[in-house]
């Protein structure tokens, strides 16, 4: 029978250690989330004043009522939901096959198009070249504007690709060949059923990224009923600073009024940035393994 090893005062100094670091480290990353919680349903003159500093004073949800009242809000989160459905469907259907296609070994000129889409990650055609490729082909204040541009991510490519090297064994590849099966059938039957854990990796990197996503919208779309979320919350956002500054000579009560718009305006900023990452933060939780797994996969050098 073997005997346990025995934990020397290294060690458990060590693991003391580890667990302060992991503590701390969770102070500072859960603390401004609890902070924008509470600010968000307290009053806004005690935020000002420094009375709230963790747990919510003088609860009032006039902020959550101002940003759900707005109509936009709502039109915002359906065509958010939509640019990211629509939009994973295309980053993974450019990816997954990219990436299985430059993992075949017996893909003549594979290092050539690697070499290609690398060149892509350190220089870019710039923003005015980009806009006026996407104006010249019809797709400015359209949903394409959005998807289509970030269709594919390099980086998401070499990931994938490590996975199809290092996950499907050769050999079934070159017993379905034996069989006769074709190279699309081949990625479609059994490729794309073993590859389930890069998919799920690849459809949240892309999702979250989606979701996200407004300086494409920024630059492409005219049509506010088009807006995605991200970019409506902005509008409010900037809104609501705008009026709050006011301008010109002002007496005591104008004072009171604008210093009352600010308070407003803070309060509002704080419900609209919960609103916009509650829907990431819910669902994170319930994947973490797959974002895990996703950088284990990057890991593996291919």
């Known amino acids: 029978?073997?005997?346990?090893?025995?934990?020397?005062?290294?060690?458990?100094?060590?693991?003391?250690?580890?667990?302060?670091?992991?503590?701390?480290?969770?102070?500072?990353?859960?603390?401004?989330?609890?902070?924008?919680?509470?600010?968000s349903i307290s009053d806004p003159k005690l935020v000002a004043a420094g009375e709230m500093w963790l747990w919510p004073k003088g609860i009032t949800f006039e902020?959550?009522?101002?940003?759900?009242?707005?109509?936009?809000?709502?039109?915002?989160?359906?065509?958010?939901?939509?640019?990211?459905v629509v939009g994973t469907l295309i980053n993974l259907i450019v990816t997954l096959p990219a990436a299985y296609a430059l993992s075949r070994k017996d893909f003549v000129g594979r290092n050539f198009f690697m070499g290609m889409?690398?060149?892509?990650?350190?220089?870019?055609?710039?923003?005015?070249?980009?806009?006026l490729l996407?104006?010249?082909?019809?797709?400015?204040?359209?949903?394409w504007a959005i998807v289509i541009p970030s269709a594919a991510?390099?980086?998401?490519i070499i990931v994938s690709r490590t996975f199809f090297q290092s996950s499907i064994p050769k050999e079934m590849q070159e017993a379905a060949q034996i069989d006769g099966c074709t190279n699309m059938r081949l990625f479609i039957k059994i490729i794309l059923p073993l590859s389930m854990p890069i998919i799920a990796v690849m459809g949240l990197f892309y999702g979250v990224g989606n979701w996200?996503?407004?300086?494409?919208?920024?630059?492409?779309?005219?049509?506010?009923?088009?807006?995605?979320?991200?970019?409506?919350?902005?509008?409010i956002l900037v809104l609501q600073e705008m009026s709050a500054q006011g301008g010109g000579?002002?007496?005591?009560?104008s004072a009171a009024a604008l210093n009352n718009k600010a308070e407003i305006a803070a309060l509002v900023k704080y419900a609209v940035i919960i609103v916009a990452t509650v829907p990431v933060i819910a669902i994170y939780p319930f994947l973490q393994r797959y974002f895990v797994q996703g950088v284990m996969i990057g890991s593996v050098k291919g």
Not at 117 to 131: D, E, R, S, W
């Open 117 to 131: 889409f690398m060149v892509t990650m350190f220089f870019g055609g710039g923003l005015v070249p980009t806009y």
């Open 134 to 143: 996407v104006k010249e082909l019809g797709m400015v204040n359209t949903m």
């Open 1 to 39: 029978m073997i005997s346990a090893v025995k934990e020397t005062g290294r060690d458990r100094a060590f693991v003391i250690c580890n667990y302060i670091y992991v503590f701390l480290a969770f102070i500072i990353v859960a603390y401004p989330v609890i902070y924008m919680v509470s600010a």
């Open 63 to 84: 902020g959550y009522r101002r940003v759900f009242a707005n109509a936009s809000i709502w039109t915002g989160y359906g065509n958010t939901i939509l640019y990211t």
């Open 249 to 253: 000579a002002i007496d005591a009560s």
């Open 212 to 235: 996200n996503s407004y300086f494409s919208a920024l630059i492409y779309l005219n049509d506010a009923d088009k807006y995605p979320l991200q970019l409506v919350l902005r509008q």
């Open 153 to 156: 991510s390099i980086w998401n």
